[in-house]
């Protein structure tokens, strides 16, 4: 595998289910991204990890619930969504994140949810 | 606020055209850096270019070509001689570089939706 693979590509839960999302990426790098991607809008950051670490929540509803074990996977756990909710759901890494640099992302083909 | 533009919400053209994808922003930073991004029907974006505010060079790569005007706030996006390939969203984006205390964002235009037809 290269690049940033993303797990399912698609699915399609109940307001009621739980699932998640897994993301990894192959690339060595450091930091890792989740975005959603709804119609008409831009793309939206959601949650920023740095070395494992949480460095951005960008006001995403608990419903949400991300988790990176280690540098090269990244997990979102959905419980409870609403059909707003669905989107196309993007992971991304990149060399770094701090301060200073801005480092170019690497997309995963993203996970279509679509929630019922 | 920062803010970019893709006044072109789709863009229909014949194979061997060349076509121009527009990127207007607007910022109050001196120092700041911007991005063009291609989604294929694949779903992934493919990072395309990264250039900052200081470097008013213009970029060639191949079929690609950039064209980064401070005093219009522009960088526009030109493919020649296009292929089918190409057609895809094209998205601009926006980073600043943060002063003390805040984390930069990536401000994304809503992109172009390319088409190329044979």
């Known amino acids: 595998e290269t690049g940033v693979t993303q797990t399912p590509r698609h699915l399609v839960m109940g307001m009621t289910n739980k699932k998640s999302l897994k993301c990894e990426q192959h690339?060595?790098?450091?930091?890792m991204y989740w975005y959603k991607q709804s119609a008409k809008k831009p793309l939206e950051l959601m949650f920023v990890y740095s070395l494992e670490e949480r460095v951005e929540n960008n006001s995403v509803p608990s419903r949400f619930s991300p988790e990176c074990p280690n540098s090269s996977h990244l997990f979102l756990h959905l419980h409870t969504l609403q059909p707003e909710d669905s989107a196309l759901y993007l992971c991304?890494?990149?060399?770094?994140?701090?301060?200073?640099?801005?480092?170019?992302?690497?997309f995963g083909p993203g996970t279509r949810l679509t929630v019922t | 606020a920062q803010k970019v533009t893709q006044a072109q919400t789709e863009i229909s053209v014949v194979e061997k055209e060349d076509v121009t994808l527009d990127c207007v922003y607007e910022t109050r930073d001196t120092t700041y850096y911007l991005f063009w991004y291609k989604q294929p029907p694949s779903g992934e974006l493919v990072f395309l270019i990264r250039r900052n505010s200081f470097d008013e060079q213009n970029e060639i790569s191949g079929r690609y070509s950039w064209n980064f005007q401070k005093s219009t706030s522009s960088f526009n996006f030109t493919i020649t001689a296009s292929q089918v390939v190409d057609s895809a969203v094209y998205f601009c984006?926006?980073?600043?570089?943060?002063?003390?205390?805040?984390?930069?964002?990536?401000?994304w235009g809503l992109g172009t939706s390319l088409a190329v037809n044979p």
């Open positions: 984006a926006l980073s600043e570089v943060p002063t003390a205390g805040n984390n930069r964002k990536l401000i």
């Open positions: 991304a890494s990149s060399q770094d994140y701090w301060r200073g640099q801005i480092y170019e992302q690497y």
């Open positions: 690339l060595g790098h450091n930091a």
